[in-house]
């Protein structure tokens, strides 16, 4: 059961990230600076309270019996909503202040109360002051709109910093692309360039590094399978030469089509490292690529069906070109099935066959040394056909394509020839399947 992947930008994960840390800071200390300047402002209100009860206390001691009692401020004598825990204080014979919230929410009631000498308690309430849950009121705004400023300023940061992360990242990334193209001049670090150094310049050198490595081994691969492809060369020949002096027979016809088989082997794995060294130059001419095609299928394949659609002049390597006509049209030929079918369409070369069709290894992975184009490992040739032409076409600044057909069945090679000539080093754009 395959996984559901979400897929987003450094850039986004960044901004998401500071933005909810900032959103949660923002929170809390918000709540902080809320809970602070309430209570600040509680015990402010409760001073106030007690202050006025005890001016109340005094006036109420000092106002002789006959005249009565006389309370300021509001101040009762033992008020019957005296909250239970002033009451228990009170008892006590101790005075105290007391911040009374109601169950519905709201406004609370702030409560003094102070024991008298006769027993009685004189207590005074009110609730908390209008202007002061009016200044709760604005506080609170003003936390809220630092808060969204905070979290908009962190996206808005993140942003910025995502985003040069992220540009550099893609540039590691498209140059590590071209590295893969087989571009090994390119360098990963001087791509991401940059004043600020950070994780993005090490896996840059790493890359860099991997590249040289990597470089450096097939280099070598490529100096041993020439050095050995080259000695084997002389040896061969003197073999195909020596098979040509045996008398009539089969033995002599066997050995010498294996000595054949052997020098074409030589040749070709000589070739493929001179392909693979990237030292090949195309000599270009100008040339009519529908009548160039029949010519040479003609005469590589008189079985074979072409059909020009649509003609085009090309400047290539006619050399190369037939190269890579005859490797497809070998490959045609011992693999697949009659009719093999050759159509020129513009800049694009199909040779298609009615046979099997390409193995499923060949079409994921493109030509490998030494597979066949066989599905089984029983046919005939070393494998090296498809290299050949799928090398010579980079030298042409082409691309070559393969696929089945379906539903009819069969294999089809595209060549896509380029719209311009290739450059002294052979390069040339990507070209589009289409």
């Known amino acids: 059961m395959s996984r559901f992947a979400l897929r987003t930008g450094v850039r986004w994960k960044i901004s998401i990230a500071i933005a909810a840390v900032g959103a949660l800071v923002a929170a809390a200390l918000s709540i902080v600076v809320h809970n602070e300047a309430r209570v600040s402002m509680l015990d402010n209100t409760r001073e106030v309270m007690m202050d006025r009860l005890l001016l109340a206390q005094l006036q109420y001691e000092s106002t002789p019996k006959t005249r009565g009692p ?116 390119v360098r990963v670090r001087d791509a991401v360039g940059g004043v600020v150094r950070d994780e993005t310049d090490e896996l840059a050198r790493a890359i860099d590094a991997l590249t040289d490595a990597l470089n450096e081994r097939i280099e070598a691969e490529r100096r041993v399978t020439a050095d050995i492809a080259h000695e084997l060369r002389t040896p061969v020949t003197g073999l195909l030469t020596a098979a040509e002096l045996l008398p009539p027979g089969r033995p002599s016809e066997l050995v010498r089509d294996r000595a054949q088989a052997m020098r074409t082997l030589v040749e070709d794995v000589l070739e493929v490292a001179r392909l693979d060294g990237a ?45 890579i006509l005859g490797n497809l049209l070998a490959n045609a030929a011992k693999h697949g099935g009659g009719p093999v079918e050759v159509t020129v369409e513009g800049r694009v070369v199909r040779v298609r066959d009615n046979g099997p069709g390409f193995p499923e290894e060949l079409l994921r992975e493109g030509p490998s040394r030494f597979r066949t184009g066989s599905s089984d490992r029983a046919g005939k040739g070393h494998g090296l056909g498809l290299t050949i032409a799928t090398g010579q076409a980079r030298v042409l600044g082409a691309r070559l394509t393969f696929r089945n057909a379906a539903p009819d069945g069969g294999a089809i090679a595209v060549l896509w020839l380029p719209d311009h000539a290739p450059t002294n080093t052979g390069s040339f754009p990507i070209l589009r399947d289409v």
């Not at 009110?126 to 849950?133: G, V």
């Not at 010519?295 to 390597?317: F, G, I, K, Q, W």
């Open 279 to 323: 030292s090949e130059r195309a000599e270009l001419q100008e040339i009519a690529l529908g009548e160039f095609v029949e010519r040479r299928v003609r005469v590589l394949d008189p079985d074979a069906v072409v059909n020009v659609v649509h003609e085009s002049y090309v400047s290539t390597d006619p050399r190369r070109l037939e190269r």
């Open 70 to 185: 006389r309370l300021r401020f509001g101040a009762k004598i033992n008020d019957p909503m005296l909250p239970r825990q002033l009451d228990r204080l009170m008892r006590n014979e101790r005075r105290g202040t007391f911040v009374q919230e109601h169950a519905s929410g709201g406004t609370p009631d702030v409560w003094a109360a102070v024991p008298l000498a006769n027993g009685d308690v004189l207590s005074l309430h009110m609730p908390f002051a209008d202007r002061s849950a009016t200044i709760m009121k604005n506080l609170d705004r003003t936390l809220i709109i630092g808060s969204v400023s905070v979290v908009f300023g962190g996206c808005a940061l993140g942003v910025l910093i995502g985003g040069q992360l992220s540009r550099r990242l893609r540039k590691a990334a498209a140059a590590a692309g071209k590295v893969a193209q087989g571009n090994t001049e």
